[in-house]
């Protein structure tokens, strides 16, 4: 280890700046700062010589340019246990920069602004302050590298105790900081100029993503899994991480996967609606004149699953509502806002997650899944039919205005169920839901056992066509009427047949949903 005789101090962020370059002052280390910083702690009356002054080279190019100099980055990158370097910089007149402490100009605060101009933003992309960090990271072992305010104590306490000098493991974990800081700016910066360039490549070359972690989870899917949750940055969708917490415990790894599937489904709705999520499916989804009525329509659909489920609501939750909600045991409750009469019946139960959050915004950017080794990356499956009017009818037999509107319920709801597919609806409410089977006739009897009401008179939804006619030859055994799906099967013919048989309508949307 060797004493900080010498910091270069040029931040953005002046959090705790002036009480940190107190301290080092007080410590007998001499301070070369720029512009900005410079005013700020010459104000405070600290003695600091200015970076213009100590390369003989003034800042220039509308403070473009200012560190960029062989006296400052060979004081940084010199080794001091290499004669050769030493001959270097001795040769040069370059004096040993100990400790570098940086932040970056606020890209991310920039651009995060609406309607921010591209100029703009091009300005606070930070050329000279990357440099010195990464340069002061890579010489690590003789030089000190601050980039986070949160470690000016620490570094300062670790001087006091050390006369003057600063621990090997401490300036590691330093200059960890710096590179995942560094490479975050720049991914930042990349995805940035990505949405404004003229590729027409909907997959970049290179993915590359930085999360900022929010906090670790309690566990993951099951206890002896670890986990933590990501916040991605300059994402401006609709997102389960940005919803305000209004009381309850804390959330889970299982809880936001749930949640996530919440919202999905319940966008699609523009009536008052109520959607339950139990492991990923929805187990009740309605829609009614009334919120109140929409989640009781909901929950009758199959009271035993919505035990500990999720409720997404698309209207703020009044007093009838939480009276209703009240009665069952439920994990999380989310929706644009809660009356304050609801808050104050719901707080009865406090360890019920309150969520609120504006269900305006739609989600954005590519759905992601990690492989060993590898990541699948799509688009979002943010396809809906347009015109359920237009929509190819394939049997004789034509829909009635009723039929068709249970079709586009039916739809939409299958739209968010695990493949293989099979819900049975009626005009305002799933009435038999059956997901995730490797049959598609299998889906259909387990949403026809699952339905507590009577199913003469439904429609049927089913992500993905019908192998065969079997699946239709059940269906009207059990009563349905009518079915959307996408069509396609090499058997076509044979399942329309079947359909005509029994006097089912069948529309084809020509679209999957396969949801795995």
Same mark, same amino acid.
């Given at each position: ?20 370059? #107190?301290?080092?002052?007080? !410590? /007998? ?9 410079? @005013?700020?702690?010459?104000? &405070? +009356? ?107 104590? #620490?570094?300062?306490?670790? !001087? /006091? ?9 401490? @300036?590691?974990?330093?200059? &960890? +900081? ?315 013919n044979d399942v329309i047949a079947a359909a005509d048989e029994h006097n089912i309508v069948m529309v084809f949307t020509g679209m999957r949903h396969f949801k795995h």
């Amino acid at each position: 280890m060797a004493k900080v005789q010498r910091a270069l101090i040029s931040v953005s962020d002046k959090t705790g700046i002036v009480e940190f370059a #107190k301290a080092l002052s007080g !410590l /007998k280390v001499e301070i070369i700062s720029t512009g900005g910083t410079a @005013k700020t702690l010459s104000d &405070q +009356k600290l003695k600091i010589e200015e970076v213009s002054k100590y390369t003989g080279f003034p800042e220039m190019l509308g403070g473009r340019l200012k560190t960029l100099h062989p006296k400052i980055h060979g004081g940084l990158l010199w080794r001091r246990d290499n004669t050769q370097d030493e001959r270097d910089i001795k040769a040069n007149q370059i004096k040993s920069i100990d400790m570098v402490v940086v932040n970056l100009y606020p890209f991310e605060q920039t651009v995060s602004k609406p309607n921010v101009a591209f100029d703009e933003a091009i300005e606070n992309i930070d050329i000279g302050g990357p440099t010195m960090l990464r340069a002061a990271s890579k010489n690590f072992r003789d030089v000190v590298v601050i980039v986070d305010p949160a470690d000016y104590d #620490k570094v300062i306490q670790e !001087l /006091k105790t050390h006369n003057g000098e600063v621990s090997y493991d401490t @300036k590691f974990y330093l200059a &960890q +900081k710096v590179f995942a800081h560094t490479a975050r700016y720049d991914t930042l910066i990349s995805n940035y100029l990505s949405r404004h360039g003229k590729t027409g490549e909907t997959f970049p070359q290179y993915y590359t993503q930085s999360y900022l972690k929010i906090n670790d989870l309690r566990y993951g899917e099951n206890p002896h899994q670890k986990a933590a949750l990501y916040k991605e940055p300059l994402y401006n969708g609709l997102s389960i991480v940005d919803a305000k917490i209004l009381q309850g415990k804390e959330m889970s790894y299982n809880n936001y996967l749930d949640s996530g599937a919440a919202l999905d489904l319940i966008r699609e709705f523009k009536k008052p609606a109520a959607v339950i999520i139990k492991h990923n499916n929805p187990c009740g989804v309605a829609t009614a004149d009334a919120i109140e009525s929409a989640y009781v329509n909901a929950y009758e659909i199959d009271p035993l699953s919505a035990f500990g489920g999720v409720i997404a609501l698309n209207r703020d939750v009044n007093v009838a509502t939480a009276k209703e909600i009240l009665k069952l045991f439920v994990e999380i409750i989310i929706a644009p806002g809660f009356d304050p009469e609801a808050l104050k019946l719901l707080s009865a139960k406090p360890n019920i997650r309150l969520l609120a959050l504006d269900l305006s915004q739609a989600p954005s950017g590519f759905e992601i899944r990690k492989l060993q080794g590898g990541l699948l990356v799509q688009e979002r499956d943010t396809a809906m039919v347009s015109d359920f009017k237009s929509l190819k009818v394939v049997t004789k037999r034509k829909p009635s205005d009723d039929e068709l509107t249970a079709l586009e319920f039916a739809w939409k709801v299958c739209k968010h169920m695990k493949s293989n597919a099979i819900v049975f609806t009626a005009t305002d409410r799933a009435l038999g839901i059956g997901v995730g089977q490797t049959s598609r006739v299998d889906s259909a009897k387990l949403a026809a056992m699952k339905a507590v009401h009577p199913l003469k008179g439904s429609v049927v939804g089913s992500d993905a066509f019908f192998p065969n006619r079997d699946g239709i030859d059940f269906l009207a055994s059990v009563g349905a009427t009518a079915v959307i799906q996408p069509g396609g099967s090499i058997k076509d013919n044979d399942v329309i047949a079947a359909a005509d048989e029994h006097n089912i309508v069948m529309v084809f949307t020509g679209m999957r949903h396969f949801k795995h």
